[in-house]
């Protein structure tokens, strides 16, 4: 009678968790709510590391979470001030970077167009030319609509850093009381298990954000030093891309190199050798003492969660698909060292 109370409540909780995901899923409201508490909780957990430093030197948690947040704040002021009104000089730009692309686009269709003869290649460039346009056209339309909806990304950012503050000040409460929905037996291997996560976890993104931000600063000052067109934007998105393991690196340098070779031959052959030495560097001497071996994970298995990611959920998907992995796999090596 007892295992059956306990089947039924089972049951009960896993429908009720059901029925909350379908109703945020469903609520656009709640999905808007869900989606500020997930990036707050991201932020914090990549700043933890840092103040759990801070607060090995005597200052409480509290403390610690304000000064850290009200850095942050700083930093992104910084940012703002300095950074953002470059992108903005270069985003007015972005059209003539478009006309150019055009240009060259039409030059190579031009030489192909008189060989009607050849259908095969005439086809094959008209297709990449509607291709190209229809790009430029569907990247402006984006841009457009960031720049309308900058005011309201502005008011739900404006909340970001206070409830990042309260999940970095009350870590501990919150954990404590998550903890409570569970059994009381399993309870100290729920807490081993997610302890277990954390220490990878932790590294692999405080490791990829860093890694990010140095390639980011040497993608520019690579395309300065050859004067390529839009140097922010580019080593911003080549920053960006970094983050996703194996295909991000390529993903981020196509857009440099294209810029470079729009400049001159020359300098496109410069901008590939160059960032091409950049990622050895960093793959060969950098990630290995900033992040270790702290994935752990077969190079074939994380492409397949890359793949994976990107089918389910696109970029986002490929930037969380090997910390999810990450996560599953040592829930799975914990569950059978506990239970089995």
Avoid at 55 to 81: P, W
Avoid at 196 to 220: A, N
Wanted: hydrophobic share 55%; glycine share 6%; charged share 15%.
């Amino acid at each position: 009678m007892l295992k059956n109370k306990k089947q039924i409540k089972l049951i009960l909780i896993f429908v009720f968790f059901i029925a909350v995901i379908w109703i945020i899923y469903k609520s656009f409201v709640l999905k808007e709510i869900v989606y500020l508490i997930f990036i707050s909780l991201i932020i914090a957990y990549t700043l933890m590391p840092l103040q759990n430093k801070i607060v090995e030197r005597g200052l409480n948690k509290r403390l610690s979470a304000l000064l850290i947040i009200v850095f942050l704040i700083f930093l992104c002021a910084a940012f703002i001030y300095i950074i953002v009104p470059s992108i903005l000089k270069e985003g007015l730009n972005v059209d003539s970077g478009i006309i150019k692309i055009q240009k060259n686009i039409e030059l190579i269709y031009e030489k192909f167009k008189p060989l009607n003869n050849n259908k095969t290649i005439y086809v094959i460039m008209d297709k990449i030319y509607d291709k190209i346009d229809n790009l430029m056209a569907e990247i402006l339309n984006k841009l457009f609509d960031g720049a309308l909806n900058i005011g309201q990304d502005l008011l739900s950012a404006a909340v970001i850093p206070i409830i990042s503050y309260y999940f970095m000040a009350d870590s501990d409460i919150i954990f404590n009381k998550a903890l409570i929905m569970f059994p009381i037996k399993s309870r100290r291997i729920i807490k081993n298990i997610l302890q277990d996560i954390d220490k990878v976890l932790g590294k692999y993104i405080v490791g990829q954000l860093l890694l990010s931000v140095i390639i980011g600063v040497f993608t520019f000052i690579i395309l300065f030093t050859l004067k390529i067109d839009f140097p922010v934007l580019l080593s911003i998105l080549n920053a960006f891309f970094n983050i996703i393991p194996y295909f991000g690196p390529i993903f981020g340098a196509v857009p440099a190199v294209v810029m470079g070779f729009i400049k001159s031959t020359k300098a496109g052959i410069y901008t590939i050798i160059f960032l091409y030495l950049l990622q050895l560097i960093e793959g060969n001497i950098i990630s290995p003492k900033v992040t270790g071996n702290s994935v752990s994970m077969h190079p074939l298995l994380v492409i397949i969660l890359l793949l994976l990611g990107g089918q389910i959920g696109g970029f986002i998907g490929m930037i969380i698909a090997v910390p999810v992995g990450v996560i599953v796999k040592i829930i799975y090596e914990d569950i059978n060292y506990y239970f089995f």
